[in-house]
């Protein structure tokens, strides 16, 4: 490549500055794919999110009737912040929320943890249909999430 003022070693700088626009939908795919894993989460971990209500559906046959459970809880929580804030900190609970699932389901299905504090005894060696929708549904809240964190805002 020539260069044409003269010097050697000098470059040609130009004064367009590069920038980072999203579109619409760019911002909103991935708000939408962590709020639907998570959602999905939920309901098949024990938590109906359309009525706020345990169902008998995701719960283990060791659990109360009764016992609200913790994990679908806290997927609807993290949905409802996505939905609601545009914020990061949203985005970083989601992430928590389903890599911390998605790391549960193997550990407590390979390895006898036992009880660990108020926590009971979940060793589950089969992996059953509920178990791979919860852990697909986890790892596509959990990659719509990571998308959201490094984006700058508009």
């Keep these: 490549m020539a260069n044409d003022s ?4 000098a470059h040609v700088q130009t004064s367009q500055k590069l920038s980072f626009t ?24 024990g938590i109906s999110p359309r009525t706020l209500t345990p169902h008998r559906h995701g719960q ?14 806290l997927a609807l929580i993290a949905m409802l912040l996505v939905l609601s804030s545009r914020h990061r900190f949203a985005a970083a609970f989601a ?21 660990l504090g108020p926590l009971p005894d979940r060793c589950d060696p089969i992996w ?10 986890e790892a596509i809240a959990a990659l719509g999430a990571l998308c959201r964190l490094p984006l700058p805002r508009a």
Excluded: C, F, M, W
């Excluded at 939908?25 to 989460?41: H, I, Q």
């Design 6 to 9: 003269g010097t050697p070693g």
């Design 22 to 45: 999203r579109s619409r939908s760019t911002r909103r795919l991935p708000r939408a794919t962590t709020a639907t894993g998570l959602e999905v989460d939920a309901y098949v971990t």
């Design 60 to 73: 283990s046959t060791h659990q109360p009737r009764n016992a609200i459970p913790h994990r679908g809880v």
């Design 95 to 115: 992430l928590l929320v389903a890599t911390g699932g998605l790391s549960a389901l193997p550990l407590y299905g390979y390895v006898d943890v036992g009880s």
């Design 128 to 137: 059953s249909t509920q178990k791979t929708v919860s852990a697909a549904a």
